[in-house]
Every structure is written in C-alpha cells, then in structure tokens.
C-alpha cells in the first residue's frame, strides 16, 4: 500500500525500509535469572524479550524498527498469576536491589511500552496471555467471567458459542486483552452509554503484593467502589486476573445512515443534539473533511456523521429518523445506508486498518501519531482548534510539512472526545525528537484548554507529565498512600500514576 | 393517620405518644467552644446541638424521641467550609486532644446518626445549609455547579429558572443535599440508567485537610477516577463543599402502566426482560403482593410493576408498548395510566409520604426499618427469599407478629435492587434490641446469599460490619492509607469506612 499512502499524502516513501530481523538483534545480558522452580515458565530468549519491550506506540514502532532494544525484561513469565500464590516476591525494598514484574498481554497500544527496570536489579515481564478462557457464563444474568490474557477475538468466540458478545471493541480489539482493558480503563467503539470498560465491569478478581483483591458480583452497591480504584490503575495496585463483565445478545436490529454538514461547528452541534437526545446511539462519529478525505469516506470538504443504533430487542428507525431530524435542524444532510456500504462502510473499513497501517508509515517515513481527550460541549469547537492548532504549528516547525485531522469519538450529555491524528514526514533518525516535540506542543494546549490529557488511551508514561497536572493533588497522595499500602516495595510497574515511594519528597 | 395506620397493620397505638419538648431537653454540657474568630459563626444552644446530634433512622428517632441526647456535638458551625481556608484544624493527633468535625446538609437519613467524638475531646458539626446555591448553568453542556449544602427541592427550583432539572430524586429528596447525595454515593428513584448520583457527578471539589481536592469538568478520562473515590467516601476523605452535575430538561413526554403477575416469580423475569431490553424505563418497580396492599396499591395477591417512560426529545409510547409485550410473555396483565392516576398513582403517593410517616411509627409504637441490597438476577429469587425469611423470623421472635414486604427500586442489566420494609409491634423501651436483632438477621442473611450490604443508603455505622465483610481486604488498606494521609489526624466522621489509624492493628 505505500505507494498508494505516499501518493495521497504528499509525502513518505513509496519504498518502505525492510524491519530489523531477529538473528540480528542484540539485547543486553539479563541482568536476572528466573528462579529455578519456575523456569519451566520463563523465558529469556531474544524473541521473548525482544517481544515484550515494547507497546505499540509510535515511538516503540520507530525504536524497534531501527533495533535498538537497550533495556528490554530480563525474563518473561507465562502463565504467571496462580489462583493462589502471590507474585514474584522482592528482595528487600533498597531500589537497587528490587525487581519489577509488569503484567502484559499478547501487545499494548498507544502509549509507550513500559519501563524495564532502571534502578532495579532487574526487571521481569508476566505474560498473561495464556489465562485466555471465558472460565464460566452466566446467560440469566448476562454476566460471564473471563480471565485476563483473553484477546478481544478469543474472548468474543467463547462467547459466540452462547449467543452473547462483551461488546467493546477497541480500535486495538485484536490485540488487546480483558485485562488490558480494565488495566487502562478502555474505551470501546461504540460512541454513547456503555461502551468504557468501566459500565462493562461487574467484578474484579486482582493479585496486589498485599493480597488477593476480589470484590463481589454486584450490579451496584454503597461505599467508594473497589472496582473504580482498580480500573485505570495501569498495573500499578495489583495484577488484575479475572473479571466478571456484564454481556448481551448480539445485535439483531440495525439502522444506519451517514451524514453530511457544511461545517464542523454545524456537525458539532448535530452531535451534541444526538448525544443530549437520549437516544443512545451504537455509533455517532464525526469526522472532519480532512480525516473523511484521508480516509477515504468523504470528499475533503464536507464533515460527516458517521450514524448507526443497534438493539438486540427492538427495532431502531424510528432512533434513527429522530437523530436524522435533530441533524436536520443543525443543516445536515442526511443519506440512510447499510452498515458496511457508502462513506460509513469507507470510514469503518479505514478505521479497521488503522492500526495494521503503523508500522508500514514507521517503514515509509511517515510521523503516525494520534492523541485524544474529552471536554465539555461549551467549550468543544474553541478547545478543539486550540489543540489542533498546537498540534499543526509544531508539525510544520518540526516536519515542514504533515496535517492534523479530528473525529469524535464518543459523545456524552456533557461533552465528547475529540481524537486527533497527525501524519507528517518523518526524519529518519529524527522520529523521536519530532514526535515528542508534537507531543509536547498538543499536550500542553489540551491540558492549558482544560481537556484530560487522556480519555481512553492510559495515562502510561508519555501523558504522565500532564496527568500529574490535571488530577488533584490530594488524589495524588491519596493513590501514592494506597499504591505503598498494597506494593510496599514498589515492584509492580514502577513510576506509573504516581512515584515509587522512595523517589517521593518527605 | 394513626388510627387508620394501626386499624390497617393490626398493630400500633391508634393514639400516638408526644414528642419530648425543646425545653424538656437536657444535653451534656459541650466540652469545647467554639474559636472567638468563628464565633459569630457556631451555635452550642440546645436547638443546634440537638437537632445536628442524629439523623433520620428508626433508631435515631427512637432516641431523639425519649430525650435520650447523651452525645451531641459540642458545638456547630454554619457556612463552615470557606472556599480557601482549611477546615477546623485539629490539636495533637493524640486521640484524646482531637476534635472531629463532620458535615452535615438539614438532615441524613437511612443510616444511623453521627458519632460524636468518643475518644475524642470535642466534636463539631460542620452544617452546610447555607451553602445552598447553584452557583453556575452550563445550558450548552447541560450541568450546574451547585453548592453541597442545597437541598433537593432548592436547588431543584433554581435550576427550574433554567428550564432544567438534575432529575436526582431520593425519597429523603426534600431533606438531603447535594453534598450528602455524593458523600453517600445515593440512588435516585428512577429505576434505571443515570439515577445514582455517581452517573450525575462531572466533577467535585472537596476540602481536606490535606488541601482542596478539585477535579476538572470532563466528561471521560483515563486513569482511576478521582471522582469515584469521593463519591461514597461519607466524609472521611474531606468534605464535599460543590459539585459540577449534568443536568437536563424536563421530560415532555410520558407514557405509564401497571403491571400485574399471578406470583413474584413471574414479576421477577419480566422485571429482568425489561432491564435487559435496553428500553430504559424511568420507572419499573416491582412490588410484591404484600407491600402493594400495605401501600394500597394492590389488593394483597397480585404483584404490582409500576412501568413508567419519558423523555424531554421523543415519545416514548412505542418503548412502554415493547415492554408491555415482554411482560405480557410473563404472564403479566398491564393496564395503561396516567402517571399520577391507579394503582401506580396510589403507590406513588404512599413512597413520596414514607419518610414523613417514620415518626408516626415511632409515637405509635410500631418498629418501621427498611434495608436493601443489590443482587446479581441468577440468584435474585433465592436470595430475596432468605433474606426476607430470616427478617421475618426475627421479627417473629422479637416482636410476635410483623411484616416484611419487598419491592425491586432499582434494575440492572445484570441484577436488581431489592428493598425490604419492616413494620412489627415495638415494645416500649426495647425497641432499640427490637431493631438490633432485626437489623443483625437481616444483614448476615444478606451477606451470606451473597448480596451488598447496602446499594444506596451509604455504610455508615449500621452496616460498617457487613461492608468489612464484603469489600475486599486490600481495597480496605487502600482506603486506610488514603484517609491517612488525607486526614492524617483523623478528625473528619472517625470510624466510617476505615477505623482511625490509631486504631488500626499493625
């Protein structure tokens, strides 16, 4: 495909770099060895490691790529959190002499891959992708508990053998896995209602240095929620196992349609019609000219309402000819299709590829980054062209040339998620530089506008700088206290959401 | 009433017993006063210091009613909490040199009263009624920020102005505030979707003594959620002085019905049809034989659902007439109505009057105690069944006759909401063993079955040694941690949640 990516950017090469093979890569010693009664379930090969260093980010494609592996784990595990002992145990909590186990799937996404160990005696990989089974389906309570490892596909056949799907579809789906999810509190596709991991979640089976963290299958309850404090954190509390996650029949009633506005305000406020309508739709993506153009859906001029309600209960026209009235009022113009033909069928085939396509634009040359964020609807139009026109100034300083395209990716009453992707011309040798430079540039706009550094994408360790701006300081405090509480020696994936305690001002 | 109560149950006095007077009141002397600077703000006068020493449950009336004030708070402050000062800061953190001030709206209700400073050398109630304003409409994002103190009908007329509503609506709506609903994680009355105050919260700020906790207006975001730490966090975190909500418009269209079913069995499964349909009904209570005739609702052998849509964009005849259908495949028999109109118009009236009937009970000497749960739908039939047999078993045996009746207030997709009422003869003097013996049979059966201690009506002391059971051990020592470094003398409501860190084992 580069030729044809490179003929319709302007720039990039037709001809992509071959990747780095494998024979000749070359990882540093491990600096630890596994222990002996679990080396039936260790490996430290190249392939292992060098498999397990990195996430999927931008700047982990650019530095795999060119192969450079300076601090990949020292061992991965499989199989690595039993029903019931503990996780690998620290030696005593001096930071040099710690190790660090980070709990990881088949693959991560967006943000950077994590951080191997600098100022541990070592650093060790839990592979959970073998704890792939949907372990037990509850059909009257639409409920099924599902172990960690499962990818999206693995988990969604067991399911299919009950007639019933989790649902949530992230843009990496294929990649990603139930514990991931609720790891990083994920975002599905689906544009309203519950489509977070968060509303999907009934339960939270957790292994923390401190003990096993299992709350109970409740539909609600009273008191802080133990679920919410697990969701989103990163890995940082405990290794999460298991979950119960509520699911539902496939879909059985569709109505789709796509529409068209002369301008992104106007589809702005078409958006904001649909999402305080209450009428809850599967799908309700709007796409900027740009974007529309680059992917194909759209003619470079016109914004377009991807638009589309499912139920598995009822039919949904009539949700359809209302949201269609609503955009109406806004001056869209609406044009009711199947869900897999004309300009939707273009953007959801666009948005299916998306992720295969990162490494072909490391490999062409092309800068490939996205970031995304959530704000209220009364500051929406002005916040996005500030972030946007961060974003734009430092491509152009930084790549002299680029674009920077936006699309909403879900809606709420209050607000939506704008989801900004930048493609430029990248400096071989310079990636690096460029991308953190953009980073920077978009980050601070977001963060000065008033948006969350992240809305689906983990804090990681590319947004921590400004998480730390955006959240409370007591919440800080608050999660550095329960963060020491529970990993005493601060072994489970150092330096993300908060300091390791030691690192910490008196 | 009384009469027409005690003729209607077949027990309690037809003439009820008079209230203790204000004048007739003897309170320990406070063993504190008030700072000179905050003078002009306290109160330690009789009126003040009983009307902040209980809430509003059947226990605390029982003891306002005898007189019985041993432990009032020593002094209270109105407009405590300023936008930059500290709260009330504490002497030496040894426990008996520390006063504890805890927040408090116009009233509390479920859940039993304050604890005023045993071990401690004072106490203080922080009374927010005056701050009751809504202090900003966003009509474009649709939320307000409103001040903690506001009640339920206060800030309900000011965001009328606007043309809108929070649509929050607990039965102690005319009593509790904004600030209790998020320091209590509170239902609403509408059975599904957005009806906790969780799903109503943009962002909060609180004051600790750690500093000020405000998070920022986002719709979504990553990482583990500041808000959902404070929401139920019952003012140990800090205290909760304004809150950004979503807010809406008023609903213009409406469609209601009555359901009836042969058995509670039946009502069960089209209950649970309806909450996994994604109809998304207001209003969809389901309330057995026994509670409807009580209520006048029903004629004592049919079970009632109350179904009730609306929405302020489009009709909504075609979902009540969907979910007719789901239970007419139950062997339900609906009968369209009016909202105020029938048997649904009858119940309405007798759930809209409870609260204000707790007192009658008290002077009539009839023993009134509700509590609720949450459960998942595949158990919900057995559980509701040992839960109900174990309260009526103990009521038998402490009061010699009773009823315990049940209705579902809030569906889930995967569970519901089962909400008990007691009503039993009160032996005088002993009411409070009476409802100790109850409350205990109740909540281990609860548990036991596998139930939440409590879906909306907080923790608080009542249910503090079930929630320890429930919630899991590590979430616990992550909550003590946090209220540590938070609260690190603890000062702020001592006991709930977590006990005091002095207290805590090593």
């Known amino acids: 495909m580069a030729p044809t990516i490179a003929a319709h950017l302007g720039f990039g090469s037709p001809r992509p770099l071959p990747f780095v093979a494998l024979a000749d890569l070359h990882l540093p010693e491990p600096r630890i060895a596994a222990p002996a009664r679990l080396s039936a379930l260790c490996s430290d090969d190249v392939h292992a490691r060098a498999s397990h260093a990195y996430g999927k980010s931008y700047g982990d494609v650019v530095r795999g790529f060119s192969g450079s592996y300076p601090s990949p784990p020292d061992f991965v595990v499989h199989r690595a959190v039993s029903t019931t002992s503990r996780p690998c145990s620290s030696g005593p909590p001096a930071p040099r002499s710690r190790s660090s186990p980070t709990a990881a799937g088949p693959a991560s996404s967006a943000v950077s891959s994590p951080w191997w160990g600098v100022g541990y005696a070592g650093a060790v990989s839990l592979d959970l992708g073998a704890l792939d089974r949907v372990l037990e389906v509850d059909e009257v309570s639409r409920a099924a508990r599902i172990a960690a490892g499962a990818t999206g596909p693995g988990l969604e056949a067991q399911l299919a053998e009950h007639g019933l799907t989790l649902r949530h579809f992230p843009q990496s789906f294929e990649l990603s896995t139930l514990g991931g999810w609720v790891a990083t509190r994920a975002g599905g596709h689906f544009a309203t209602l519950w489509t977070h991991i968060d509303d999907l979640v009934e339960s939270v089976r957790a292994v923390t240095p401190a003990g096993v963290w299992q709350s109970r299958r409740l539909p609600g309850s009273a008191g802080p929620s133990p679920d919410r404090l697990l969701i989103g954190s990163e890995g940082t509390l405990g290794i999460i196992t298991e979950a119960w996650v509520r699911v539902r029949p496939r879909a059985a009633y569709r109505a789709g349609a796509t529409v068209r506005f002369g301008s992104f305000a106007a589809g702005l406020d078409g958006a904001r019609a649909i999402a305080q309508s209450e009428l809850h739709p599967a799908n309700c993506r709007l796409i900027d000219a740009l974007e529309a153009r680059t992917t194909g859906a759209g003619d470079g001029l016109q914004t377009l309402l991807v638009l589309g309600f499912e139920s598995a209960d009822h039919p949904v026209e009539a949700a359809l000819g209302r949201a269609l009235g609503l955009c109406a009022e806004q001056g869209g113009t609406g044009e009711r299709s199947g869900p897999r033909g004309g300009s939707a069928g273009a953007w959801r085939e666009a948005f299916l590829r998306?992720?295969?396509?990162?490494?072909?634009?490391?490999?062409?040359?092309?800068?490939?980054?996205?970031?995304?964020?959530?704000?209220?609807?009364?500051?929406?139009?002005?916040?996005?062209?500030?972030?946007?026109?961060?974003?734009?100034?430092?491509?152009?300083?930084?790549?002299?040339?680029?674009?920077?395209?936006?699309?909403?990716?879900?809606l709420y009453p209050d607000g939506a998620a704008p989801y900004f992707t930048v493609l430029a011309p990248a400096r071989p040798g310079e990636e690096l530089e460029q991308w953190a430079a953009i980073k920077q540039a978009a980050s601070d706009a977001v963060i000065a506008a008033g948006g969350t550094i992240t809305q689906h994408h983990a804090v990681g360790r590319d947004h921590r700088p400004w998480y730390d701006v955006q959240r409370p300081d007591p919440f800080a405090a608050a999660l550095r206290s329960a963060k020491a509480e529970l990993d005493p020696a601060a072994i489970l994936n150092p330096g993300v959401l908060v300091d390791p305690v030691a690192a910490r001002p008196a």
């Open 354 to 410: 998306a992720p295969h396509l990162r490494d072909t634009f490391v490999a062409m040359g092309v800068l490939s980054e996205t970031f995304e964020t959530a704000i209220t609807w009364e500051r929406a139009a002005d916040f996005i062209e500030r972030a946007r026109g961060a974003a734009e100034a430092a491509v152009l300083e930084r790549c002299g040339a680029g674009q920077v395209s936006c699309r909403l990716t879900h």
